[in-house]
T-cell receptor, first 116, second 111 residues
Framework: NAGVTQTPKFRVLKTGQSMTLLCAQD?????MYWYRQDPGMGLRLIHY???????AKGEVPDGYNVSRLKKQNFLLGLESAAPSQTSVYFC???????????????FGPGTRLTVL | RKEVEQDPGPFNVPEGATVAFNCTYS??????FFWYRQDCRKEPKLLMS???SGNEDGRFTAQLNRASQYISLLIRDSKLSDSATYLC????????????FGAGTRLFVKA
């Protein structure tokens, strides 16, 4: 069981470039999430998905797009990277919605993105 | 005011010490509370949920004070391996997705 995996682990982009971060989970979880983590701030939700083929906006969705074509994969795209998107990006998944009780989120190892 | 606030620390304690962190939240509708642990340059992992009556898991004790709107984490007999950042997580069941992560409290346990 690999759990939640993310690729790539590190990336450096120039302003205006695009890229896609891939998240994969092998736990058959319905719910998947993309967060960003910045110094001095808690994790902030970018987008989430409640099942294959569905996506929804989180707290900070601007500048990002997502797709969930397969249940096990959740892709995060940056169409035109900006220095403000320099951050550590974490993907997470859960079996039940995180709003419900003690439901745990399982996180991937993160992607460190620098936009120059 | 942030919805979830934590003292960023760092807390520097010797091995064997007892250390406590607090986390305050602003939304009185918050209903679920958790502590996650995040090692340096790693992903967050669930440490424990926080129940209304308080709960204990080995050396770790979590408590909730709804009246004052804070949760706490107590670590007894600190180990070097407890060195990490501890994230407070609060869920507000107001309809829609609302899970708020605190910025974390850093703990260093030294020999």
């Amino acid at each position: 069981n690999a759990g939640v995996t993310q690729t790539p682990k590190f990336r450096v982009l120039k302003t205006g470039q695009s890229m896609t971060l891939l998240c994969a989970q092998d736990m058959n979880h319905e719910y998947m999430y993309w967060y960003r983590q910045d110094p001095g701030m808690g994790l902030r939700l970018i987008h989430y998905s409640v099942g294959e083929g569905t996506t929804a906006k989180g707290e900070v969705p601007d500048g990002y797009n997502v797709s969930r074509l397969k249940k096990q994969n959740f892709l995060l795209g940056l169409e035109s990277a900006a220095p403000s998107q320099t951050s550590v990006y974490f993907c997470a998944s859960s079996y039940f919605p995180v709003e419900i009780g003690d439901n745990e989120q399982f996180f991937g190892p993160g992607t460190r993105l620098t936009v120059l | 005011r942030k919805e979830v606030e934590q003292d960023p620390g760092p807390f520097n304690v010797p091995e064997g010490a007892t250390v406590a962190f607090n986390c305050t939240y602003s939304n009185s509708a918050s209903q679920s509370f958790f502590w996650y642990r995040q090692d340096c340059r790693k992903e967050p992992k669930l440490l424990m949920s926080v129940y209304s009556s308080g709960n204990e898991d080995g050396r770790f004790t979590a408590q909730l004070n709804r009246a004052s709107q804070y949760i706490s984490l107590l670590i007894r007999d600190s180990k070097l391996s407890d060195s990490a950042t501890y994230l407070c997580v609060v869920k507000a069941d107001t309809g829609g997705f609302k899970t708020i992560f605190g910025a974390g409290t850093r703990l260093f346990v030294k020999a």
